[in-house]
């Protein structure tokens, strides 16, 4: 399996500055053919499901706020928040996609200062 | 508009075997690059990755509970239903559905359903 490990576990930022949650795989996710990275991030809200926010480590889905970023190429990733808003609050979690299974990362805690 | 919706039992004792099923609509599982997969999410932890399901059948599982799970589909009625056998209290979970299709562009999972908690018990 390929192990996905978040760093932090947690972090606090004050409205409007930025937050920066990374992510690293056991083995590069991404594929040759097409040059694309097979990693998405998704943003958890407390007490609902999991919503899509990135995939192919830097494409935003539809509808999200353009204060989302996605970097990073091979086994190094991260997700930017460029300006935190309240409604941000939530738990942020990277997954693989290159091969199954799907792995996930133990997720991220971002919060308001 | 793709949704899902997971249904089963809330309460499940040790040793029994859960089946849930989803129900989705704005898709068909007999389309090309189509699937369905399933995720849980044990109270205040992470997510766990557990099956995929695609429209050729060919179906995904996570090693650790490859032996204690089966992920089939209904085409008809637009259902995949997930079993895992032997459940323990450690089973007690939100389970998810997914649309995760294998279609360019891929996107994991792009569509989750409302979810639904398990709780195993005696």
């Known amino acids: 399996d390929i192990v996905m490990t978040q760093s932090p576990d947690s972090l606090a930022v004050s409205l409007g500055e930025r937050a920066t949650v990374n992510c690293k795989s056991s083995?590069?996710?991404?594929?040759?053919?097409?040059?694309?990275?097979?990693l998405a991030w998704y943003q958890q809200k407390p007490g609902q499901s999991p919503k899509l926010l990135i995939y192919?480590?830097?494409t935003r889905e539809s509808g999200v706020s353009d204060r989302f970023s996605g970097s990073g190429s091979g086994t190094d990733f991260t997700l930017t928040i460029s300006s935190l808003q309240a409604e941000d609050v939530a738990v942020y979690y990277c997954?693989?996609?290159?091969?199954?299974?799907?792995?996930f990362g133990q997720g991220t805690k971002v919060e308001i200062k | 508009q793709i949704t899902l919706k997971e249904s089963g039992p809330t309460l499940v004792k040790p040793t029994q075997t859960l089946t849930l099923t989803c129900t989705f609509s704005g898709f068909s599982l007999s389309s090309n690059g189509e699937g369905v997969g399933w995720i849980r999410q044990p109270p205040g932890k992470a997510l766990e990755w557990l099956a995929l399901i695609f429209w050729d059948d060919d179906k995904r599982y996570s090693p650790s509970l490859k032996s204690r799970l089966t992920i089939t589909k209904d085409t008809s009625k637009n259902q995949v239903v997930l079993t895992m056998t032997n459940m323990d209290p450690v089973d007690t979970a939100t389970y998810y559905c997914t649309h995760s299709a294998w279609i360019t562009p891929p996107k994991a999972s792009d569509i989750w359903g409302q979810g639904t908690m398990v709780t195993v018990s005696s």
């Open positions: 083995q590069s996710v991404l594929y040759r053919s097409n040059n694309k990275n097979y």
């Open positions: 192919w480590a830097s």
């Open positions: 997954q693989q996609y290159y091969g199954t299974p799907w792995t």
